[in-house]
């Protein structure tokens, strides 16, 4: 199984992007969803998280700012990020879990520039 990771790229401050994540199949039933990112120099660090059942966990330097959302009939995640600053320049990372295994995906790189 791949996740497809996209919608990474180059925006200003204050801009906007929504990243999306799909498996190459299906993974049903999927126990969890979430993004993660890892900046230059820096540990990969967790963003968000989608439970299955709809409820959400975000990560403090984020909320209020980015959305989970998750489609477990598609086997996709979306990351919808506002109000970009540069402290959120990293390469993003989807990850998705079934109850038995844990799948990872190839990064898409956002960078803001300020």
């Known amino acids: 199984v791949q996740l497809q990771a996209s919608g990474g790229g180059l925006v200003q401050a204050g801009e906007s992007l929504k990243l999306s994540c799909v498996a190459s199949?299906?993974?049903?039933?999927?126990?969890?969803m979430a993004w993660y990112r890892q900046a230059p120099g820096k540990q990969r660090e967790f963003v968000a998280r989608w439970l299955s059942g709809g409820s959400t966990i975000v990560a403090g330097p984020v909320k209020g700012r980015f959305t989970i959302s998750g489609d477990d009939a598609k086997s996709a995640v979306y990351l919808q990020m506002n109000s970009l600053k540069s402290e959120d320049t990293a390469v993003y990372y989807c990850?998705?879990?079934?109850?038995?295994?844990?799948?990872w995906g190839q990064g898409t790189q956002v960078t803001v520039s300020s």
């Open positions: 199949r299906s993974l049903l039933p999927v126990a969890a």
């Open positions: 990850n998705m879990n079934t109850h038995s295994r844990q799948y």
